[in-house]
């Protein structure tokens, strides 16, 4: 039985991470091969090959279908006329101004411009009755179920594409989303009624809505909807740092703990009804208030995959518990995981699928074996102790791939923060939920409890991460791989010979330095920041960032969602010298969320930032120095005083063997003039284009000057400025540039040394079979035309 389903899962999951989808034609060809084989050798072999077969054609013509309904990259930016249902209560958000987010249906969708375009001339569009993302610019958003007729403005989904960033673009597609947009001229907006008011969305956000307004008067009521509800959008940026900090993020998530913890008390408290009530079988009594108990808390969270896997497990439980079998857990594992991803095929590209199956996956191998049996309060103190230790070591290797950081306390406040949220906490939360209708006041008390207990747990937690700072420790992919392999070594049971001696490759993997460019040798990595700019030149032993990127009304950033996240990827804690160029808030603006996080040796400035208040030199300073055999230079200009804004951007040129790089920040063509004129070497391979690429720069005789052999926009995908413009890719295109955007190629790393310049790894493209552009490979090299093809 588990050979079949575990082939079926490998089908999913292989499918789910492919770069293509494979035609219908190849499909039928496989099922046809698969079923002939299986009617041939009636084998376990056969039967695994078909169980594949089917699973991976069910998840192809899923996907074909998800892809169907995405709106095309070419018309992405676009203004339609739709019909829509709010599907989502209306979520206020602070950004530029005060805003709100929900979902829509899609009910009818037409093209607005005079586009050229096939889908254009579907009727219906192939968008229709599909999910997007709205924002409603205004006051008085429209209300759970409501019907209306406005013009949107529709993008593709899009994140940034940077080692270790999060996968917006991956989320939304993962998360059922077709597009994402914003609601244009909201006061002209036609309501036409309402939706079908007893769907399991409106009844189950009615219900959160409701319940929410009498948690809104406790200090922490955006913990507990979290808890009760899995509503974690109130959740403070601060109060997930902490939780991150400490490894407690998933006490936020309604997991399989939380449903076991709901599916014991319903157990006990059936099993008591049953005693007391003649006839009836206690047994069948806890089973059922046990399931019932669990499908309401489970309801209450959306049914996310972690409560979708732990009802699943839950139901094959209480089966065998009630018929007296002896189920495999190994098999209700593998039946609860292909049950998920007969759901959504898609549920592998989602963190909570792989940690939440993971974590059960590790108890069950660390325990497989061992018969249940009575045990005294120390024994069972020792194994609580043991499974938090066994989940923890587990995961190591799965938290470091999904960029989560380690700490040293995490273990010890685990075993504090579980037994005070499972036994405590959500108890009380759930009296309160249940006694609301029928004792209000005892429902306040014990809110006000939870409330406390809250108090206590967060203000431990925050001492804690002040105490222990997370480690990030860069590991390449196969290196995880290995490491995870010695972790189950140590997991296997006692008295298998020499198991301790996994420990040893174990450190070797995670104490060994991360990669780093040889002497006289540099890495440069051009980061996808959207609509902004930041560089990270690494020397064999320094590194130098040259810009952070944006940051946002909201509290969002680059810095906190891309930069980081590199720095830790490649192992970089500390930078030797930090260059702002202007204080534009697109070069700027995440630089004081970084400097919050990572020790700077050196801040240079283009020009004075208001938010950094710490000593800087300034950058216009003849300057130059070397780093392990690599020279870099400011090159200054002649008026320093006239300096300002664009014009005000450091200009850095680093040598390393026998190739060049020019950064270059927003200077304009009159700043490229005094360069030229002040006979400063400008030659170089690889230059980062000025201003993004805004036809205010690059002219023809600065370009002529650098001589660049490619040249890198960095902007976001269809940015509303038309970086770069077309102008200014074809002046490249005539000198013999070749161009890189990301935008389209995401972060891209060149390698500068003594054989010159080369483009090192790209970031961006092709990487799942939603994202149907393939780039081009590290080897090859993009033309200025295939770039202006693409915008």
Known sequence: MLSWMTAAIVGFIALAFSPALPSYFTLVIIFCLSVLLHLSLRSRLSSAVLAFAVALSYASCYGHWRVALLLPEVISGSDFIALAEVKSVPERREGFTTYYRFDALVLELNCVENISHPYCDHSPSTLNRSVIQLNWYADSPPQLGNVFKATLRLRQAHGYQSPAAFDYGRWMFASGYSASGYVRNPEQVVYLGTGNSQSFTRVRQRVIAHIGDRLDTYRHSNIMKALLFADRSDIERQQWQIFSRTGTSHLMAISGMHIGIVLAWGLLLGRVLGLLLPRINSLIIGAGMALCFAVVYAALAGFSVPTQRALIMAVVALTGFVLRRNISP???????????????????????????????????????????????????????????????????????????????????????????????????????????????????????????????????????????????????????????????????????????????????????????????????????????????????????????GPDFSSGFNTADAVVLPALRSFGVGKLAMLVVSHADRDHAGAAPALLDEVEVSDLRLGETVAALRRAAVSCHKPSQW??????????????????????????????????????????????????????????????????????????????????????????????????????????????????????????????????????????????????????????????????????
């Open 330 to 548: 190994w098999q209700a594992y593998a039946a609860a995981m292909l049950l998920v991803l007969i759901i959504d095929p898609l549920a592998p590209h989602r963190a909570g699928f792989t940690l939440s199956f993971a974590a059960v996956g590790v108890l069950l191998f660390a325990f497989q074996g061992r018969r249940p049996n009575s045990k005294t309060s120390h024994q069972l103190l020792a194994g609580i102790f043991r499974s938090q230790w066994v989940v923890l070591l587990g995961l190591i290797p799965l938290l470091m791939m999904w960029g989560y950081g380690l700490n040293p306390l995490s273990f010890p406040l685990n075993l504090i923060a579980i037994p005070l949220v499972t036994l405590l906490i959500l108890p009380l939360l759930f009296c309160g939920l249940v006694l609301l209708g029928v004792a209000p006041a005892l429902a306040n008390l014990s809110w006000r409890a939870a409330d406390a207990l809250l108090d206590v747990l967060l203000n431990g937690l925050a001492v804690a991460a002040d105490i222990f700072p997370q480690v990030y420790v860069a590991v390449a992919p196969l290196s995880l791989g290995l490491a995870s392999i010695a972790i189950l070594v140590l997991l296997l049971p006692r008295g298998f010979p020499a198991r301790w001696l996994a420990i040893l490759p174990l450190l070797a993997i995670f104490l060994a330095p991360a990669p780093r460019p040889d002497r006289a040798s540099a890495w440069v990595t051009v980061l996808d920041v959207g609509q902004g700019l930041s560089v990270l030149v690494q020397t064999s032993s320094k590194a130098l960032l040259y810009d952070v």
């Open 626 to 791: 070397d780093w392990d055999g690599v020279h870099f230079e400011f090159l200054t200009a002649s008026v320093v005083e006239e300096l300002s804004g664009n014009n005000a951007s450091c200009v850095l040129r680093i040598t390393a063997g026998g190739a060049s790089m020019l950064l270059t920040g927003d200077i304009e063509s009159t700043r490229e003039q005094q360069l030229i004129n002040n006979d400063q070497a400008l030659s170089a391979a690889l230059l980062i284009a000025p201003h993004h690429g805004s036809n205010t720069s690059s002219s023809k005789v600065f370009i002529k000057a650098v001589s660049p052999e490619q040249v890198v926009f960095s902007a976001g995908r269809n940015n509303h400025y038309g970086h770069p413009a077309a102008a200014v890719t074809t002046r490249f295109q005539q000198m013999g540039a070749g161009c890189w955007s990301t935008a389209y190629h995401g972060s891209i790393r060149f390698h500068l040394g003594a054989s010159g310049m080369a483009v090192d790894q790209i970031w961006g493209g092709g990487r799942y079979y939603w994202e149907t552009k393939r780039y081009s490979s590290p080897m090859a090299t993009e033309t200025c035309s295939n770039l202006q093809s693409e915008r």
